[in-house]
């Protein structure tokens, strides 16, 4: 942990250094732009010399720096991948050295494209003179085994699953499904699987499928671990960045599908997740973020792009095993809700005390917080917990317990009762006594509720949302859209899809779910993509944020 804190703060000094140096040498490169041929570079960037213009040893050191920092985006070849343009097709033949090393110091995080600067200035001239030699076919390609590659290794041969259970390779837009409690096998059916996800760049091939009358476009990319997804009162998208610390704003939708702005509202804070505005309503003053350790606030006016001040502190957390914080308030601004899961897969809290005030949703009045628990026995709605704006109820999004086997526990989403158990750890799914609690409180057994609906064992479900636009079918309005994150706890991986928990404009769910948005897994199992945060975006598209490709994707509904 240290090292990698001295680690960045070298990274973040050594950027700032050559930043300084850069534009102390080449001051209008941060200036307006005269050239509008190449990203909008300046003369300056032109007329820069690259050292080590056609050298051998710069090629090979920039091939190494190629194959670490560019592949997984622009392909082995240079080939370019989805969105991500090719370097060799000759568009880059008119292009001065100095301009593509200008460019990949600025990158164009909008579109995807990261900043390079805080690699030093030699190795940036020597990926560049390794870009120019492969568009020259002056070299080869990086060896080695490249993640587009896995696309074509051979699919599964495991044994097809026994319904309602599926596994990814089954997951299919529109397909209906409903887990019962009489479907649940024995605890220990099958092993307790190992097999987290092992994650490969998205190949050229690859991309989301929606079903049919729907359109998925990348809306972001080159983001660092995007997380949950909330759209602020006034229609600006906001992004918690969690792993880097970060809160980010979007704003619009250009013609081609892309934010139209984008702003970092506040970093430095720890591991962010949770996203709620306060008071609810078309006029906020405050924005709510659930860090791990604490929640905090801040004012926040509708339009803001950046935090006016510093944040406050509201309450403290515990640290430690589950750390995303999911963050609500009641449609009457009297409650405010903060989901804070389990330290552990499944100890006692009789007996590990650090699991007091854990695995519940915590609740609190908001003019003087002082949190108690709202429903227990839930052992990691972090992941999301949203009101359903046409009842006003609460409803979460939940992991369940791992290593009962394959097909144990299902996770699940639910309306939360207040003063509700949900069983954890002691129970699941109504009246099942967990045999590593075997015997223990007799007295819950039956105030264990069974949740609304049951999702397949694993697929750690994450953020859900409300469908309250019209621009999708009308049957879709008021369904729930929730991101599933996928299994590790599973032989054949399930999940890594988004789903749709059909209302039926009732506000009430029926048990039944559909896959909504797969793709994700490739045949063989690898994965290049994992939905965590989704929300509504005021055009009415659905904004789904994944944290295996590092980008946001946005389905829009076209009509057939
Ligand atoms: C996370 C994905 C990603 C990574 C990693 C990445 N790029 Fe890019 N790159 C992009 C995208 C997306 C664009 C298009 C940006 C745009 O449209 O403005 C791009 C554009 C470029 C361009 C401009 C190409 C053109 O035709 O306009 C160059 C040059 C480039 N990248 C070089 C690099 C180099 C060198 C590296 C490694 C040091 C790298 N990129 C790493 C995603 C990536």
């Not at 649940?184 to 190992?194: G, I, K, Q």
């Not at 929640?295 to 944040?311: C, E, M, Q, T, V």
């Not at 399930?494 to 793709?519: N, S």
């Amino acid at each position: 942990m240290r090292f990698r804190v001295c680690k960045s703060v070298a990274a973040v000094l050594a950027a700032f250094v050559v930043a300084v140096v850069f534009s102390l040498f080449y001051p209008g490169a941060t200036a307006h732009a005269i050239d509008k041929n190449f990203h909008d570079a300046p003369d300056s960037a032109k007329a820069m010399k690259n050292p080590y213009a056609g050298q051998q040893e710069a090629i090979e050191a920039g091939k190494t720096l190629y194959a670490r920092n560019c592949l997984a985006c622009h392909g082995r070849a240079g080939q370019g991948t989805g969105n991500v343009p090719s370097l060799v097709d000759g568009k880059l033949k008119g292009v001065a050295e100095g301009e593509v090393f200008w460019f990949i110091i600025k990158g164009d995080k909008d579109n995807g494209m990261p900043s390079w600067e805080f690699l030093p200035e030699q190795k940036r001239w020597q990926v560049v003179t390794y870009v120019e030699a492969l568009a020259a076919g002056k070299t080869a390609a990086p060896a080695g085994a490249v993640p587009a590659e896995a696309a074509n290794a051979s699919p599964l041969k495991d044994p097809p699953p026994h319904p309602p259970f599926t596994d990814f390779r089954y997951e299919s837009p529109g397909t209906t499904r409903k887990i019962t409690v009489n479907d649940l096998p024995e605890p220990y059916a099958t092993e307790s699987a190992e097999n987290g996800a092992e994650l490969v760049a998205r190949p050229e091939n690859a991309w989301p499928v929606a079903p049919a009358g729907f359109k998925v476009e990348l809306y972001a990319a080159g983001l660092e671990n995007p997380r949950l997804l909330r759209t602020a009162p006034n229609g600006d998208i906001f992004l918690a960045e969690s792993s880097a610390g970060r809160i980010r704003v979007f704003r619009g939708i250009t013609s081609d599908g892309k934010p139209s702005l984008s702003s970092v509202f506040v970093e430095g804070l720890k591991r962010p997740y949770g996203i709620a505005f306060y008071p609810p309503g078309p006029d906020p003053q405050w924005v709510y973020i659930g860090n791990t350790n604490e929640l905090i606030r801040f004012s926040y006016h509708n339009g803001d792009l950046k935090a006016s001040g510093p944040s406050q502190h509201i309450a403290d957390f515990p640290t430690g095993g589950h750390w995303t914080r999911a963050v609500e308030f009641s449609p009457n601004s009297k409650k405010l809700f903060v989901a804070v899961g389990s330290g552990s897969n499944v100890d006692d809290p009789d007996t590990h005390p650090g699991e007091k005030g854990r695995a519940d949703i915590l609740t609190c009045d908001p003019a003087n917080c002082e949190l108690k628990v709202y429903a227990y026995g839930i052992r990691n709605a972090g992941g999301g917990i949203a009101v359903n704006p046409q009842t006003g109820e609460l409803w979460c999004s939940v992991n369940e317990r791992d290593a009962l086997g394959d097909n144990l526990v299902p996770d699940y989403i639910t309306h939360v009762q207040e003063g509700g158990f949900y069983g954890w750890p002691w129970w699941y799914i109504g009246g099942h006594q967990d045999p590593r609690h075997a015997g223990k409180h007799p007295e819950l057994k039956d105030r264990a509720i069974v949740p609304d609906v049951l999702l397949q064992p694993h697929n750690a479900s994450l953020e859900l949302t409300f469908y309250e636009a019209d621009k999708f079918p009308t049957e879709y309005r008021g369904d729930i859209f929730a991101s599933e994150h996928g299994s590790w706890n599973k032989a054949v991986r399930v999940g890594y899809e988004v789903i749709r928990v059909p209302l039926h404009q009732t506000g009430h769910a029926t048990g039944e779910y559909q896959d909504f948005l797969t793709g994700f897994v490739l045949p063989d199992g690898h994965v290049w993509g994992r939905p965590v945060g989704i929300t509504v975006a005021p055009d009415g598209s659905l904004l789904v944020s994944d944290d295996g490709s590092n980008s946001i994707w946005r389905v829009s509904y076209v009509g057939k």
